[in-house]
């Protein structure tokens, strides 16, 4: 009976302790496990896995920073341990203390340690779960607000956006209130909504302490409202930074910045901070940092619009970097957008955007706006060399004999002159990168000795010391000997060719051979390149329309560049009219009188449009400037229905030329209407039985561009896919 009781009371304290159970003792006793055994544990792997990942961030200041920092899973490996360690323990909680008051603050922590690892599928659903099923508040509000953290590092910003608006109207805990302001900052810098960022991230600052990490928000508040205009309000951010514990770098950087917008933002003048950047310069302690103080000083004579003296700091901040491919990555970058947004020089644009990629890590957030303005300016270039180049080879074959050979030879002469010169500057720069190896190897090892043939510093000295004691000397044989036919002579007997040599008139007989010799080769040389160009030439009719034909593409492609890439309507719109004026018969007439319409003052009434709509109207082009002012009615329907089956039956019945003029005239009268597409589609196969083949292909190319979602659309690519086998 003793034991049965003992049992008892033993069954009824496990069945209290369970974590199903909802009594006080239950709790309690779940509540302790759950703190003591494994959540403490859990916060504090989190926080040295956070404090080991913003300790050993690479951060480049002359860019704008992050407010928060972002998610790399690549990163997080380093603290890959600890991420375990929080994911195991915080599971056990979910797992063995349901009922435990701490259930929300370890599944927000298991779901911060998975986003950390780069799953964000599961720390969604984690985050989803805690705001589903919790009744603990404040760790709903957490829960959310690294849902909205999630979804911006998926770039899903719409959704992070919604989730915003939850989270704002909750009565928030400071904590949570200094955490959303600062993701919700870091929503709207992301999508470059700098302004509201800025201001969002100010008011997070006032629920901040004096640390490391307030100071970095500080410097990105300041850097925002400096790539807003705003420079006023930059400066205090950028004085608070000093003041909250920042790295040397980040200091330095914010004094830099504070520099340039007091001279901006309250002198007016730039004397001053220019000589203190000098001062900058000299300073040892900066001995590192110069390419940094080059490149501030470069953005300084930019806003003075003094951008000869801009690219000449950038280009002294990229010869005094020292390894630091991220700084020169943006001194690049700086560089192509001066030639491309001031100097309107394209080729060197595109060269600079081709060095900023080389260096620029992937994860920087402009670096697609980056790649894609390379790539369109590599095509602008490239159009531009074919339409220059095409240009001059049209003039040369124009020319006479005689003044052709001439302007062969001085291109020849040209195109030597710059190797020679290209060659001179990669010899100097291979002196330059093995000097700098062996810069690098010296101040790794203080007893490192360059040879001395190698030491730029030897060699000047050792030719100083030279020329004081022999004077200036030509490079030759005997150097030493006033006398140089004794020193030949004396040559000549140490070789024992004494006797053998060519004497008097013979010598001179065979210097004269041996130097027309020499100008036979160079000018057989000469010849054969002369060929070479000559054979370029477009000096036939099929080789100049060739050369034409490759020209109007290009001035074709620059337009579209100009208009859809560039944003510059007025480039656009003169090349355009280049193109029509120098190929009235261009195959893209009808497009780009539709884009010089579009770009009119009064689209409704302009030269254009009359001339596409008289040229082309039923083209694809025309129908758009038609569609807008079509006023579609059922009768209109049915009119078009009734149209287009007479036109159907003219084609069934063989009579193509008739139905092909019936189902144009359907195309241009019931433009907008539901049959819009089939009118088009019967055109396109009559075309093709009246074997227009350049028309038939120009249809078949409208019609896929026009109606992308047209049930006619399969039987287009079909058409397309066999006239590709053609």
């Known amino acids: ?275 203190n950047f000098k001062k900058m310069l000299v300073d040892r302690k900066n001995a590192d940092l110069k390419d940094k103080i080059y490149f501030t000083m470069g953005n300084l004579e930019v806003q003075k619009m003094n951008y000869p003296k801009a690219i000449e700091y950038y280009n002294a901040s990229i010869k005094n970097s020292k390894g630091n491919s991220a700084q020169n990555a943006y001194t690049y970058l700086e560089l192509a957008e001066l030639h491309y947004n001031q100097l309107l020089k394209y080729e060197l644009a595109s060269l600079y955007y081709d060095s900023t990629l080389t260096l620029l890590p992937k994860n920087t957030p402009d670096y697609e706006r980056i790649t894609r303005r390379a790539s369109s300016l590599t095509s602008f270039v490239t159009y531009q060399k074919v339409v220059a180049l095409e240009d001059s080879l049209q003039r040369l074959a124009a020319m006479s004999a005689a003044d052709l050979d001439k302007a062969l030879e001085r291109s020849i002469a040209q195109k030597e002159e710059e190797a020679r010169k290209a060659k001179e500057l990669a010899d100097q720069q291979a002196l330059k990168n093995a000097n700098a190896a062996v810069d690098r190897l010296s101040d790794r090892d203080q007893t490192f000795k360059r040879w001395m043939l190698y030491d730029p510093i030897a060699i000047n000295r050792n030719k100083s010391d030279f020329q004081q004691l022999w004077g200036p000397r030509v490079l030759e044989d005997n150097w030493r000997r006033r006398d140089k036919e004794a020193g030949a002579i004396s040559f000549g007997i140490e070789r024992g060719t004494v006797g053998n040599q060519p004497t008097g008139s013979s010598a001179t007989g065979a210097s004269k051979v041996l130097q027309q010799q020499t100008a036979d080769i160079a000018g057989k040389a000469l010849a054969a390149k002369k060929q070479e160009l000559y054979a370029g030439l477009p000096n036939t009719p099929e080789k100049l329309a060739a050369s034409k034909l490759k020209q109007e593409e290009a001035y074709y492609q620059l337009g579209k560049i100009y208009k859809f890439q560039f944003n510059e309507p007025d480039n656009a719109i003169t090349t355009f009219k280049t193109l029509l004026e120098k190929f009235p018969a261009t195959v893209h007439e009808a497009e780009v009188l539709y884009l010089l319409s579009l770009s009119a003052d009064n689209q409704e009434n302009n030269p254009y449009r009359s001339a596409l709509l008289i040229k082309y109207p039923a083209s694809t082009y025309a129908r758009q400037l038609i569609r807008g002012n079509v006023n579609i009615t059922e009768d209109t329907e049915s009119k078009a229905n009734l149209v287009y089956s007479q036109a159907f039956n003219l084609y069934s019945n063989e009579s193509y030329l008739s139905a092909l003029k019936m189902a144009e005239d359907g195309l241009i009268t019931y433009t907008g209407t539901s049959i819009e597409d089939k009118f088009a589609m019967l055109r396109i196969l009559l075309l093709a039985k009246t074997e227009q083949k350049e028309l038939y292909q120009q249809a078949l190319n409208e019609f896929i561009q026009g109606y992308p979602s047209s049930n006619l659309m399969p039987k287009a690519k079909e058409l397309m896919a066999v006239l590709s086998k053609k």
């Not at 599961?122 to 979804?151: C, H, P």
């Not at 915003?164 to 928030?172: F, I, K």
């Open 1 to 275: 009976m003793q034991k049965l009781s003992i049992f008892i009371l033993l069954l009824a304290i496990t069945i209290g302790c369970s974590q199903f159970s909802q009594s006080p003792t239950s709790k309690a006793w779940h509540n302790l496990n759950a703190r003591f055994n494994s959540l403490i544990i859990a916060r504090e792997n989190m926080k040295e896995a956070e404090k080991a990942l913003f300790t050993t961030r690479e951060e480049n200041y002359s860019a704008l920073i992050p407010i928060l920092l972002p998610i790399d899973s690549v990163k997080s490996q380093a603290v890959a341990t600890n991420l375990k360690e929080v994911i195991e323990k915080t599971s056990m909680i979910a797992e063995r203390h349901s009922n435990s008051k701490y259930l929300a603050e370890a599944y927000v922590l298991l779901g911060r340690a998975r986003l950390m690892k780069g799953d964000f599928v599961n720390a969604i659903e984690v985050f989803k779960y805690v705001n589903s099923t919790t009744k603990d508040e404040t760790g709903r509000q957490s829960a959310l607000i690294w849902l909205m953290r999630a979804y911006i590092e998926q770039r899903d910003f719409v959704t992070a956006l919604k989730v915003s608006e939850v989270v704002r109207n909750l009565d928030l805990t400071k904590a949570n209130t200094r955490d959303y302001y600062l993701t919700k900052a870091y929503l709207h810098q992301y999508t470059g909504e700098l302004a509201t960022a800025a201001a969002i991230a100010e008011e997070a600052l006032k629920l901040m302490t004096k640390n490391e990490q307030t100071a970095r928000v500080h410097y990105a508040v300041g850097q925002m409202y400096d790539l807003i205009g705003q420079k006023a309000k930059a400066l205090p951010h950028y004085a608070a930074v000093a003041k909250n514990r920042p790295n040397y770098d980040m200091e330095f950087y914010a004094g830099m910045n504070a520099l340039l917008d007091e001279a901006v933002a309250r002198r007016g003048t730039t004397a001053g901070v220019q000589e």
